[in-house]
Protein backbone atom coordinates (compact mmCIF):
# COMPACT_ATOMS: atom_id res chain seq x y z
CA UNK A 1 0.00 0.00 0.00
CA UNK A 2 1.09 3.58 -0.73
CA UNK A 3 1.48 5.96 2.00
CA UNK A 4 -0.85 9.28 1.45
CA UNK A 5 1.59 12.07 1.39
CA UNK A 6 0.78 14.66 3.95
CA UNK A 7 0.67 17.94 2.56
CA UNK A 8 0.61 21.24 4.07
CA UNK A 9 -1.80 23.92 4.05
CA UNK A 10 -0.37 27.04 4.99
CA UNK A 11 -2.71 28.50 6.87
CA UNK A 12 -4.39 32.00 5.90
CA UNK A 13 -2.40 35.15 6.96
CA UNK A 14 -4.83 37.84 8.60
CA UNK A 15 -5.79 40.38 5.56
CA UNK A 16 -7.66 42.68 7.81
CA UNK A 17 -4.76 43.18 10.23
CA UNK A 18 -2.24 43.49 7.86
CA UNK A 19 -4.43 45.88 5.87
CA UNK A 20 -4.42 47.84 9.07
CA UNK A 21 -0.81 48.10 9.09
CA UNK A 22 -0.55 48.82 5.75
CA UNK A 23 -3.18 51.62 5.73
CA UNK A 24 -1.60 53.42 8.89
CA UNK A 25 1.84 53.23 7.41
CA UNK A 26 0.34 55.50 4.49
CA UNK A 27 -1.37 57.82 7.08
CA UNK A 28 1.90 58.20 8.53
CA UNK A 29 3.99 58.95 5.05
CA UNK A 30 1.62 60.99 4.76
CA UNK A 31 2.25 62.85 7.72
CA UNK A 32 6.04 62.81 7.20
CA UNK A 33 5.43 64.27 3.33
CA UNK A 34 3.13 67.05 4.51
CA UNK A 35 5.37 67.88 7.35
CA UNK A 36 8.09 68.40 4.62
CA UNK A 37 5.80 70.38 2.54
CA UNK A 38 4.95 72.76 5.45
CA UNK A 39 8.33 73.29 6.51
CA UNK A 40 9.46 74.65 2.63
CA UNK A 41 6.43 76.55 2.58
CA UNK A 42 7.88 78.05 6.21
CA UNK A 43 11.43 78.83 4.20
CA UNK A 44 10.11 79.75 0.96
CA UNK A 45 7.37 83.17 2.34
CA UNK A 46 9.04 86.23 3.56
CA UNK A 47 10.85 87.18 6.31
CA UNK A 48 8.02 90.02 6.84
CA UNK A 49 4.75 87.82 6.27
CA UNK A 50 5.50 84.87 8.82
CA UNK A 51 4.80 86.56 12.16
CA UNK A 52 1.30 87.68 10.26
CA UNK A 53 0.61 83.34 10.67
CA UNK A 54 1.98 82.87 13.96
CA UNK A 55 1.13 83.63 17.16
CA UNK A 56 4.61 82.88 18.76
CA UNK A 57 6.26 86.17 18.74
CA UNK A 58 7.63 88.43 21.45
CA UNK A 59 4.87 90.76 21.79
CA UNK A 60 1.84 87.78 22.48
CA UNK A 61 4.34 85.76 24.32
CA UNK A 62 4.61 89.00 26.76
CA UNK A 63 1.05 89.36 26.92
CA UNK A 64 0.39 86.03 27.49
CA UNK A 65 2.66 86.08 30.58
CA UNK A 66 0.88 88.63 32.47
CA UNK A 67 -2.04 88.50 31.37
CA UNK A 68 -5.61 87.24 33.14
CA UNK A 69 -6.78 84.49 31.68
CA UNK A 70 -10.77 83.66 32.07
CA UNK A 71 -10.46 79.78 31.81
CA UNK A 72 -14.08 79.70 31.87
CA UNK A 73 -14.40 81.56 28.49
CA UNK A 74 -11.04 80.10 27.25
CA UNK A 75 -12.62 76.91 27.41
CA UNK A 76 -15.74 77.83 25.61
CA UNK A 77 -13.98 79.38 22.60
CA UNK A 78 -11.55 75.59 22.44
CA UNK A 79 -14.78 73.99 22.54
CA UNK A 80 -16.51 76.53 19.40
CA UNK A 81 -13.37 75.23 17.65
CA UNK A 82 -12.63 71.63 18.17
CA UNK A 83 -16.08 70.69 18.40
CA UNK A 84 -16.97 71.52 14.62
CA UNK A 85 -13.37 69.69 13.26
CA UNK A 86 -14.01 66.49 15.81
CA UNK A 87 -17.68 66.27 14.42
CA UNK A 88 -17.01 66.66 10.89
CA UNK A 89 -14.22 64.13 10.98
CA UNK A 90 -16.29 61.44 13.16
CA UNK A 91 -19.68 61.98 10.24
CA UNK A 92 -17.92 62.13 7.65
CA UNK A 93 -15.42 59.13 7.73
CA UNK A 94 -18.01 56.42 8.18
CA UNK A 95 -18.97 57.28 4.69
CA UNK A 96 -18.10 56.92 1.09
CA UNK A 97 -15.26 59.92 1.50
CA UNK A 98 -13.69 58.59 4.36
CA UNK A 99 -10.67 57.47 3.39
CA UNK A 100 -10.23 61.07 1.92
CA UNK A 101 -11.47 62.79 4.82
CA UNK A 102 -8.71 61.16 6.76
CA UNK A 103 -6.09 61.70 4.48
CA UNK A 104 -7.36 65.50 4.47
CA UNK A 105 -7.22 65.67 7.85
CA UNK A 106 -3.15 64.52 8.15
CA UNK A 107 -2.36 66.36 5.28
CA UNK A 108 -3.75 69.27 7.30
CA UNK A 109 -2.04 68.94 10.70
CA UNK A 110 1.61 67.96 8.59
CA UNK A 111 1.35 70.90 7.07
CA UNK A 112 0.87 72.99 10.11
CA UNK A 113 2.94 71.43 12.10
CA UNK A 114 6.25 72.24 10.13
CA UNK A 115 5.51 75.41 9.28
CA UNK A 116 4.49 76.56 12.64
CA UNK A 117 7.83 74.20 14.14
CA UNK A 118 9.55 76.93 11.49
CA UNK A 119 8.17 80.13 12.52
CA UNK A 120 8.71 78.91 16.07
CA UNK A 121 12.70 78.01 15.24
CA UNK A 122 13.02 81.12 13.51
CA UNK A 123 11.68 83.79 16.01
CA UNK A 124 13.34 81.99 19.07
CA UNK A 125 16.22 79.51 17.83
CA UNK A 126 16.48 76.43 20.09
CA UNK A 127 13.85 78.24 22.66
CA UNK A 128 11.07 78.08 20.11
CA UNK A 129 11.15 74.21 20.13
CA UNK A 130 10.47 74.46 23.77
CA UNK A 131 7.87 77.08 23.04
CA UNK A 132 5.82 74.75 20.29
CA UNK A 133 6.18 72.37 23.19
CA UNK A 134 4.80 74.50 25.60
CA UNK A 135 1.96 74.99 23.98
CA UNK A 136 0.93 71.43 22.58
CA UNK A 137 1.18 70.16 26.04
CA UNK A 138 0.03 68.17 27.96
CA UNK A 139 -3.44 68.17 25.43
CA UNK A 140 -2.48 66.99 22.47
CA UNK A 141 -1.28 63.47 24.36
CA UNK A 142 -5.45 62.83 24.68
CA UNK A 143 -5.95 64.14 21.16
CA UNK A 144 -3.39 61.92 19.63
CA UNK A 145 -4.38 58.75 21.88
CA UNK A 146 -7.90 59.67 20.92
CA UNK A 147 -7.27 59.82 17.11
CA UNK A 148 -5.76 56.37 17.17
CA UNK A 149 -8.13 54.82 19.06
CA UNK A 150 -10.53 56.26 16.30
CA UNK A 151 -8.63 55.02 13.43
CA UNK A 152 -8.67 51.36 15.12
CA UNK A 153 -12.43 51.64 14.89
CA UNK A 154 -12.59 53.13 11.30
CA UNK A 155 -10.10 50.44 9.94
CA UNK A 156 -11.89 47.83 11.37
CA UNK A 157 -15.62 49.18 9.99
CA UNK A 158 -13.76 49.52 6.39
CA UNK A 159 -12.72 45.94 6.25
CA UNK A 160 -16.21 44.88 7.87
CA UNK A 161 -14.36 43.50 10.80
CA UNK A 162 -16.97 41.83 13.49
CA UNK A 163 -17.29 43.92 16.62
CA UNK A 164 -19.73 43.53 19.16
CA UNK A 165 -21.41 46.20 20.07
CA UNK A 166 -20.20 46.72 23.47
CA UNK A 167 -16.77 47.21 22.07
CA UNK A 168 -18.12 49.44 19.95
CA UNK A 169 -19.74 51.64 22.55
CA UNK A 170 -17.07 51.80 25.10
CA UNK A 171 -14.57 52.23 22.59
CA UNK A 172 -16.57 55.31 21.20
CA UNK A 173 -16.83 56.67 24.86
CA UNK A 174 -13.22 56.25 25.49
CA UNK A 175 -11.97 58.40 22.80
CA UNK A 176 -15.12 60.67 23.59
CA UNK A 177 -14.03 60.51 27.17
CA UNK A 178 -10.40 61.40 25.56
CA UNK A 179 -11.66 64.30 23.62
CA UNK A 180 -13.30 65.86 26.73
CA UNK A 181 -9.95 65.54 28.98
CA UNK A 182 -8.32 67.17 26.23
CA UNK A 183 -10.49 69.60 25.84
CA UNK A 184 -10.19 70.15 29.81
CA UNK A 185 -6.59 69.65 29.95
CA UNK A 186 -6.53 72.45 27.13
CA UNK A 187 -8.28 75.25 28.61
CA UNK A 188 -7.22 74.73 32.55
CA UNK A 189 -3.90 73.23 32.72
CA UNK A 190 -2.01 74.02 29.55
CA UNK A 191 -2.05 77.65 30.24
CA UNK A 192 -0.57 77.66 33.66
CA UNK A 193 1.95 75.53 32.34
CA UNK A 194 2.88 77.79 29.81
CA UNK A 195 3.23 80.73 31.83
CA UNK A 196 5.63 78.62 34.14
CA UNK A 197 7.26 77.83 31.27
CA UNK A 198 7.83 81.45 29.99
CA UNK A 199 8.75 82.80 33.12
CA UNK A 200 11.68 80.35 33.40
CA UNK A 201 12.62 80.92 29.50
Not at 62 to 81: G, H, P, T, V
Not at 104 to 131: D, E, H, R
Request: hydrophobic letters at 55%; a positive charge; glycine letters at 8%.
Amino acid sequence: MKKKRRTYIEPKKQKGKQGRILAVCHLDMIFFVSFFVGILWANFIGDSSKNRFFMLNEYYLQQLKYAKLDYNRLFLYILENRLPLFGVLLLLSFTVVGILIQILFILYFGVSFGFLCVMAITNFGWKGILYMGGFLFPHYIFYIAGYLLFLKIFWKKKEDMAMTQKELVMQTGMIVLLFVIGLLVESYVNPIFLKKMLKIF
